[in-house]
C-alpha cells in the first residue's frame, strides 16, 4: 500500500507530559493546541512522513500561575517561540505495529534529535463511514537540553522541577479526502 495523506483529529488526540516536582511527586500537563501532518501507510509507518507541531502558549497544568510562568522566559518563551515542532528522520519497525520514530525536535530554537515508541493502536470506520487510525507514542526529553533551566533548591536537597520531561500522545487521523 502506498502512503496516504491523514487529517489529524484534535478533538479524539491529546499531547501530555509529566515532569518530577520536588523530588517526590510528578506534575502532568497537556497542550491544547497542536497539529500534524502524516503520510503514512497504516500497515508499515517505515516510509511515512510525519510532521508535529506544538503551540508552547497552549500548554494548561490546570494551575493558571505555574501555566503563566511556562509560558514566561523562564521555560517555553512562547512570545518568541511559540511552536515546538517535530520533523520525522528515520522511522524503524521494532515489532508488530511498534515502532522507533526518531527525529528532529525543535523547542526554544534548539535542534536535537529524540526517539519516540510508536505504536499503530487500530484503524476501522467511524458512524458517518470515515476511515480512521490511531496511535499512540511515548518518550522523554532532558529540558535543559533545550535551554528549560530555571529550577530552584529545595532545603531538604534537590531541586524544584526535574529535568526529564515523560512525553505521551494519542492521536486519531481521519484519511483525508
Known sequence: ?????????????????????????????????????????????????????????????RNKDRDGHLVSADFFDAENHPNMTFKATNIVKTGEGEYDVTGDLTLRGVTKQETFAVTFEGSGKDPWGNEKVGFSAEGSLNRSDYGLVWNAALETGGVLVGDKVKINLQIQAAKAE
Open 1 to 61: 500500500m502506498t502512503n496516504t495523506k491523514w487529517a489529524l483529529d484534535a478533538a479524539h488526540s491529546s499531547v501530555d507530559f509529566s515532569v518530577r516536582h520536588m523530588m517526590i511527586a510528578n506534575v502532568k500537563g497537556s497542550f491544547e493546541n497542536f497539529s500534524a501532518v502524516i503520510e503514512a501507510d497504516p500497515a508499515d509507518l517505515t516510509t511515512a512522513k510525519i510532521e508535529f507541531s506544538v503551540e508552547t502558549g497552549s500548554v494548561d497544568t
